[in-house]
């Protein structure tokens, strides 16, 4: 596809024994409107580097390097311009602009809002060939997905350098954690454009948080020093890590690393914003709630948020914690980032994944990021990914097998349900219906709106619209017309059903014999004629 960069290779003059440790070059690209952009190259291997630049404008650029080296004239004080003529790129994150956020919403830096939608592949950069994460990619595409959440080598659930973590390339690392590998980043380039090309935005995580704690903090810097360098023109979405505060499995002493790991990972990221020269979105992957597992979470552009994978308990966590996260951090989306990955641990079925996205959603946050046992671990029916090394083991399922599992095709079509409705996050209104659920309970239906443009409740078993007459809607508009839809999670079927016009009080009773056939009731406020606005 067609990508608005512009890269150049530079050959040092100097012979080093350890360049990715000696050197950092930096490269200034100034337009010709006066907007500039300092931006980290990344080592090749050899004497060779490279810097790739993200141009969002069309004109004129002149560039300068800056070596820490001053005396080698290959990397050093090189000037050189460059025209770019065409921005009308493909990739909505080219096209649209960068991603920002609105206080909860996410949106394009042209306004255009954007649909958080994930799956988690975390061991796919190193453990997937490139053709099959092209083949996942088309098909997440097409169920609806928006993004995918991956590691950048230093992979979850092993040791540094357990076996199971290398690529067709070895380590993401050298064996001691002497230098970056740069074949391994070479063949991860393929996977990362197979991605991109599929329309899809890589959220990148930079290691598990426990790292830390076997790299040290240098090391991490130059690892993320490079990840910027390498995929910070690409549209991307950084994490800084996995689980960030919690200690290395088998921790002998788990209060202390915590504590060491919330610093550290706090300055990490204060780094990681310093030096990235394009402000793409960042936040971490927590074990609960990302902003109280680091020490300053001013730096995160949004929470993330994880419940576990306890089948119905961690929905009803997931409930009970996008609420709470929305009171702590008023003004910042929220992400549910992991719940109840389908088939883990043989159970955690679609049922399960339809109601964490439902009653995450239906709470307020602004994402939803899906999982399948066997995709994020990769497993292969000949090799599946084996033990934790606390010795559990999370399941075996194929990755293609899971890859076929319903709750992807649900929680895709949910989200497009949801957008097509109303623009995203939902508010809960509990106070403007009767009868309503409990999230203590996951008893539904959960209702939530956008303003008073759109109302939607869910009920977490098909029998819910049975058992009750209808419902009784408060403080509507008085006096004016609502589309009444019904939608079935599981088929992806919409239906209209009718109109009906609220009373002098905005009052607003609904009974239907449909309504028995769904789970899911929307309210669309319709416009009495072309003049009338949705408000």
Same mark, same amino acid.
């Given at each position: ?44 291997? &050899?004497?060779? #580097?490279?810097?790739? +630049?993200? !141009?969002?404008? @069309? ?8 070596? =820490? ?100 390339? &070895?380590?993401? #690392?050298?064996?001691? +954690?002497? !230098?970056?590998? @740069? ?8 996977? =990362? ?343």
């Amino acid at each position: 596809m067609k990508k608005p960069l512009f890269s150049r290779t530079f050959t040092a003059a100097v012979a080093r024994a350890n360049p990715f440790n000696e050197v950092e070059l930096d490269v200034v690209f100034r337009h010709e409107s006066g907007q500039s952009w300092e931006v980290p190259a990344f080592w090749r291997g &050899g004497r060779m #580097w490279e810097v790739r +630049f993200y !141009a969002p404008l @069309p004109g004129c650029y002149e560039a300068r390097t800056h070596c =820490l080296d001053p005396a080698d004239s290959g990397l050093h004080d090189i000037t050189f311009n460059f025209t770019i003529s065409d921005t009308a790129y493909e990739h909505p994150l080219y096209r649209h602009g960068r991603l920002k956020t609105e206080e909860r919403r996410f949106v394009y830096e042209d306004g255009t809002p954007f649909a958080w939608l994930g799956d988690t592949w975390w061991m796919a950069l190193g453990r997937m060939e490139t053709q099959e994460i092209a083949e996942l990619a088309k098909q997440r595409k097409y169920q609806g997905f928006t993004l995918v959440q991956l590691v950048a080598g230093l992979f979850p659930d092993m040791a540094p350098f357990d076996p199971r973590g290398g690529g067709e390339e &070895g380590f993401v #690392w050298q064996k001691g +954690f002497e !230098a970056v590998n @740069p074949a391994w980043f070479d063949e991860a380039d393929k996977k =990362l454009e197979k991605i991109i090309d599929a329309g899809l935005v890589p959220v990148i995580l930079g290691g598990w948080g426990y790292y830390l704690g076997f790299m040290g903090e240098e090391r991490l810097r130059r690892h993320w020093r490079y990840l910027i360098a390498r995929w910070g023109a690409w549209p991307v979405i950084w994490v800084a890590a996995g689980e960030v505060s919690m200690p290395w499995y088998l921790s002998q002493n788990r209060e202390r690393e915590h504590r060491a790991l919330k610093e550290g990972w706090s300055r990490m990221c204060a780094y990681i914003r310093q030096i990235d020269p394009y402000g793409r979105l960042l936040s971490a992957h927590p074990s609960h709630m990302a902003h109280r597992e680091l020490s300053d979470p001013s730096f995160l552009d949004f929470e993330m948020l994880q419940t576990g994978h306890g089948d119905e308990e961690s929905v009803r966590s997931a409930a009970i914690t996008v609420a709470k996260a929305q009171r702590e951090v008023p003004h910042k989306p929220v992400v549910m980032a992991e719940v109840t990955y389908e088939g883990i641990l043989g159970r955690n079925g679609a049922d399960v994944v339809e109601k964490a996205f439902w009653v995450s959603m239906l709470n307020g946050a602004s994402g939803f990021t899906y999982g399948a046992n066997g995709i994020w671990q990769v497993n292969r029916p000949d090799k599946p990914f084996g033990k934790s090394p606390s010795g559990g083991d999370w399941g075996k399922t194929p990755w293609r097998e899971a890859m076929a599992l319903p709750g992807a095709q649900i929680v895709g079509a949910g989200m497009r349900f949801l957008q097509e409705m109303s623009e995203l996050p939902l508010t809960p209104c509990e106070q403007n219906a009767w009868p309503f659920g409990k999230q203590e309970t996951l008893e539904g239906p959960f209702f939530a709106r956008n303003g008073k443009r759109l109302l939607v409740c869910y009920g977490s078993d098909g029998g819910f619209l049975r058992r009750i007459f209808g419902f009784r809607f408060h403080d509507l508009l008085p006096n004016s017309r609502y589309q009444i839809y019904c939608f079935n999670p599981q088929t992806g079927e919409k239906t209209f059903l009718k109109t009906v016009v609220s009373d002098p009080k905005g009052d607003l009773v609904v009974r239907h014999r449909f309504l028995a056939k769904s789970r899911v009731l929307a309210l669309v406020l319709e416009p009495t004629d072309k003049k009338s606005t949705l408000y």
